[in-house]
């Protein structure tokens, strides 16, 4: 499984979008790249994973450079709701949660 | 929408004492999971589950824990000789599909949660 690297922390203006990068150096070509998403103590909520192609849902986009060793997410027009923990995720086998990104969006 | 729920929000309970921790997964889903968090660290996978037997599980858990699915609906986590240090957040999670055997991981869709006091 990909060890992933994320900053702790981050800030992001409301309405603004919010970047957040993973890098995924290790990560194998059948490894998947996954973001989950934690507020406060509640369960991990899932916002969206991808191979290589860039994916776009309705709650966020998510950039995988072309040699996949790091990716970005992106919540267009982030909201006071968007303060959470963010974690990516390299998968191979199973789902193994870093520290993750805590990511604080700002009035 | 679909959603696991996880009973009881919170349990309470004495070193040494048994617990068993109640989830009911989505319905069509298959696979299915028990992850713990330690207050203020990373969620940590302990076991997955499908077809009845246990598909995976980390070395956290040990031969104190163990899983079962007493019925269509249910999946439940056993905690036999609680520690003080197994006091936690307990999520479970579900899946379509599983996340071993070469193919492509499924997404898992998480609980609320339960957590657990050892007191």
């Known amino acids: 499984d990909a060890k992933t690297t994320q900053p702790p922390s981050m800030d992001c203006a409301e309405g603004r979008a919010a970047n957040l990068p993973c890098n995924h150096s290790?990560?194998?070509?059948?490894?998947?790249v996954y973001w989950y998403r934690q507020i406060h103590s509640q369960g991990p909520q899932y916002i969206i994973h991808?191979?290589?192609n860039n994916e776009t849902n309705e709650m966020a986009s998510l950039i995988i450079t072309e040699d996949r060793k790091s990716s970005t997410l992106i919540l267009p027009h982030a909201t006071l709701r968007d303060t959470a923990v963010y974690y990516c995720?390299?998968?191979?086998?199973?789902?193994?949660f870093g520290t993750g990104t805590s990511l604080t969006v700002i009035p | 929408e679909p959603e696991v729920t996880q009973t009881p929000s919170h349990q309470v309970t004495q070193m040494g004492q048994e617990v068993i921790l109640r989830c009911v997964p989505i319905?069509?889903?298959?696979?299915f999971y028990w992850y713990r968090q330690i207050l203020g660290q990373k969620v940590e996978f302990l076991v997955s589950?499908?077809?009845?037997?246990?598909?995976?599980k980390s070395e956290i858990f040990d031969d104190q824990f163990s899983v079962e699915r007493p019925d269509g609906s249910n999946f439940t986590l056993k905690i036999r000789s609680t520690k003080l240090e197994d006091s936690a957040m307990y999520f479970c999670?579900?899946?379509?599909?599983?996340?071993?055997?070469?193919?492509?991981?499924?997404?898992?869709?998480f609980g609320p949660g339960t957590r657990l006091t050892v007191l």
């Open positions: 290790t990560i194998s070509g059948n490894e998947y």
């Open positions: 319905s069509n889903h298959l696979y």
């Open positions: 991808g191979l290589k």
């Open positions: 995720i390299g998968t191979g086998n199973q789902f193994y």
């Open positions: 999670a579900s899946s379509v599909y599983g996340t071993s055997g070469g193919g492509p991981p499924d997404t898992q869709y």
């Open positions: 589950f499908y077809n009845n037997e246990i598909s995976e």
